[in-house]
């Protein structure tokens, strides 16, 4: 099975206070930030990572299996590929591109024609990108190629025979159960990295996987300098246009200071009189 | 893209995971670890995991094989979360395997670095003692061969990772004794493991000031029995071993204390931002830029000429003695000045833990200490400079 991750570089998204908005609000300025991978396409490296692989041995992936992780982005954004593929994927593809050119249907369209090339079984990536949430990749992505899509996965159980998912997505009040037929698009959320949340039949069931995504160990990252990385223009994929355009960015309005009550009935009268939420 | 501080983009990507794996599982315990003076073993398995413990050993022996850059990022990166945790750290990586791996025999090497590199067991140097210190070549501890054996006698102090705890010893050193009636320039190293006769722990330093996430300990040989075979090298061959060594201990030093320089800069910077006092926040007034603006353009000049320098050491060969001690005694005190000003930026809240600044300053006092003191520093550099007419 082989398993294709886009993956997103963004700006340091433990410090996103620290974002700013350009004068007249043309745009969210980000200097100084560090560029880190979007966290929830890390844990879709990471899923796709896990049903691909015994989870005894993480650091090879099973006979027939690969994960191939791709990006459009700076050149810079190499570095993240390069993570990737330290953390065990097996090969990384850059498109160049500038942030600033692309938005989610350009980015979808263009992932369609990178599926086209690469011809997976199964995408996996992050519910939204935590610089635009735009949120809306996977989706369209999924309508362009017409293939099912389940949405912030939070398990996914690959059947024994490799031809379906069933993936769990939290929802108020419960978890609801998608069985998809693959090739499909699966968007993760961020419980998908909780020590049992991906099932491959092969990692022992008693397996517990450590939360979150994982770190690359020296050897890997040593090795992955010898793993393919393609880099080509994003305009060797022959699509283009925007659709989208940002009109103002604004800065939400600051939280005004709270205020401490003496006791329950004035807290109520309160609520009831100025807050109106009784 | 790539840069001095990241001279290939493993360095990088090395750079990028240690960094997250410090700030996601170091940090959050270093407080506390601080707190109750204890090493955290559990923690210090898990960055075996990482496969950094054997950073620069030969990958035969389950190392990384990489160079000094990879040891100034690795200490920098782990010393900017937790210094204390960073020195034990540095004390196996580079004390005991790094040691072992350019000085040992290759069935020295199969023997001890396998466990080194993943940290199933954990490795320290002895080198001062209770009366020698700066004068390292006044050392007295002593070894006499008999039959199959070497039997050495005498104290070792201050050794980081000495203990695992209040009562246990380290597991495995590189010991440096001086063979009965030999001169005072000829030193011998042997590899002393936990369970050898006549090997105790002396006792556990307690009351320190700062590093207090790792252990320092004073060990006891007491007709402690070693094995021929684990003599590293010849006798009289290991004062050598111990000054080349030392040259990549000054360089992670160093790197440790742009770590704590480093995180200072960031907590003040922040401060000075989010706080405001006669209706402007601290980074308007002169006196604080001053505080930020020289602990930032101190801090690129030690890391600057941190990483110059470990782009001319080569851990095979001695030769970087000039300027390992000239990083060493530059960042250190860099450093401690750097965080000396954080807490004087952050008035009573730099005073109190919540900031970490106050831990930090305590922590950088050391590497003015530990590893060679300022004074040695600035007498080896005086003398290697002595033969020197003009400067590069």
Redesign the interface.
Known sequence: MKILVPLKRTADPDNANKIKIAPGGAKVVTDGLEPKPNPFDEYAVESALRLTENGTNPKARLAGDSVVVATFGAKEASQTLRQALAMGADSGLLFEASDENLDGDLVARALAKVVEREKPDLVVMGKQAVDGDSNQVGQILAERLGWPSATFAMSIELSQDKKSVIVGREVDGGVIKLKLALPAVITVDLRIVAPKSITNHVTPQTHNYQEGARYAPLPMIMAAKKKPLAEAPFASLGVEGVKTSYVKFEAPPARKAGIKVKDVPELVQRLRAEAKAL | ?DDLFNPT??H???R??IR??A??EIEPQAAEHDRLEKFNHALFRKVG????LG?TVD?QYQG???DAAAVALAHEELSAVDPGFALAFLAHTLLFANNLSVNGSDAQKQRYLPDACTGARIGGMCMSEPGAGTDVLGLRTTAVRKGDRYVLNGAKMWITNGAVSDTELGDMFLVYARMEGAPRSKLSMFIVEKGFKGFSLGQKIKDKLGMRASTTAELVFEDCEVPVENLVGEEGDATVHMMRNLEIERLGLAAMSLGIARRCIEVMNRYATDRKSFGQPLRDFGQIQRHIAESYAEYMAGRTYTYWAASKLDLDKPGGRLDSDGVKLYCSTMAKNVADRAIQTLGGYGYVGEYRVERLWRDAKLLEIGGGTIEAHQKNMTRELARTEKLP
């Open positions: 893209m983009s493993e990088r990507t090395l990028q995971t997250s794996f700030e996601k995991e990482l496969g950094i950073l990958p990384a094989g990489m």
